[in-house]
């Protein structure tokens, strides 16, 4: 079995890219977010990442990871998955997403939070 790392380049079915430096012994890593699409008319910039992932000998390893979009918007997404091996010998990420956006008003505070899902597989 593949241990699973993180580490490089990976695409999703948006066309956003994330670059995650290298994995610490501990699981923890930091990387960037390149987003192809926003809801903010600000240019798009690179994004900080932290996450952590599991490091089980037995690979397929479940992780998380916050993008907090400086510059460009005021809103944070943290995403949870799994890395699989697919039988092509490939990995793929299933991944889960919230999207938290400022709100100006606590009374739109039920509207700030969005959920999505996507795949990321390498660059
Ligand atoms: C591009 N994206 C992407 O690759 N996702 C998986 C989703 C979840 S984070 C969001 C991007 C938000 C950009 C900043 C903003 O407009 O608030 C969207």
Redesign the pocket.
């Known amino acids: 079995i593949k241990p699973c790392n993180l580490t490089g380049w990976w695409e999703?079915d948006?066309g956003?890219k994330m670059q995650v430096f290298e994995v610490g012994k501990d699981g923890t890593f930091s990387g960037q977010y390149h987003?192809?699409?926003?809801?903010?008319k600000k240019p798009i910039q690179p994004s900080p990442v932290t996450g952590s992932q599991h490091l089980d000998e037995d690979g397929q390893c479940t992780f998380g990871f916050t993008?907090n979009?400086k510059k460009f918007?005021d809103?944070t997404?943290v995403f949870v998955g799994q890395c699989f091996n697919g039988d092509d010998g490939k990995e793929v990420l299933h991944t889960s997403?919230l999207?938290r956006?400022k709100v100006d008003s606590e009374l739109d505070d039920w509207k700030a939070t969005r959920t999505?899902h996507?795949t990321f597989t390498r660059a």
Do not use: K
């Open positions: 999703n948006l956003s987003t192809a699409v926003s809801s903010t993008v979009w918007s809103s997404a997403w999207l956006e999505g996507n």
